[in-house]
């Protein structure tokens, strides 16, 4: 959008109480859709124009495995979208709650 002004919308995206890396982070708006990866502390940052976007994250999920070798599988898991008008000249904080939703 030609001269828009540009609003940073950090947050965080996590599920379990843990930092991941690699969560997708999916913006959709009526001018189309982006998408932007969380860091490797979950973190995330869009620069978007003022309007109104819906928005979401999601995980393909992983395994860990602890010092005994006990392996924990994550299944894959989502948030639901939820719309956030932003609006010129200012910062918002979206923090995005991932949640697993068994079949």
């Not at 828009?4 to 859709?33: E, K, N």
């Not at 869009?46 to 976007?53: N, Q, R, S």
């Not at 910062?91 to 068994?102: E, G, Q, R, S």
């Amino acid at each position: 959008m030609p001269g828009a002004v540009i609003v940073a919308v950090p947050g965080f995206a996590a599920r379990y109480g843990l930092d991941q890396a690699g969560h997708l982070i999916v913006v959709s708006a009526a001018s189309g859709t982006t998408y932007v990866r969380s860091d490797s502390r979950g973190r995330y940052r869009l620069d978007l124009a003022p309007g109104i976007y819906m928005i979401a994250a999601r995980e393909t999920g992983w395994e860990s495995v602890d010092a005994n070798g006990i392996r924990t599988l994550y299944p894959p898991a989502a948030s639901q979208f939820g719309g956030i008008n932003v609006v010129s000249g200012a910062t918002m904080n979206l923090d995005i709650p991932i949640v697993f939703h068994a079949a």
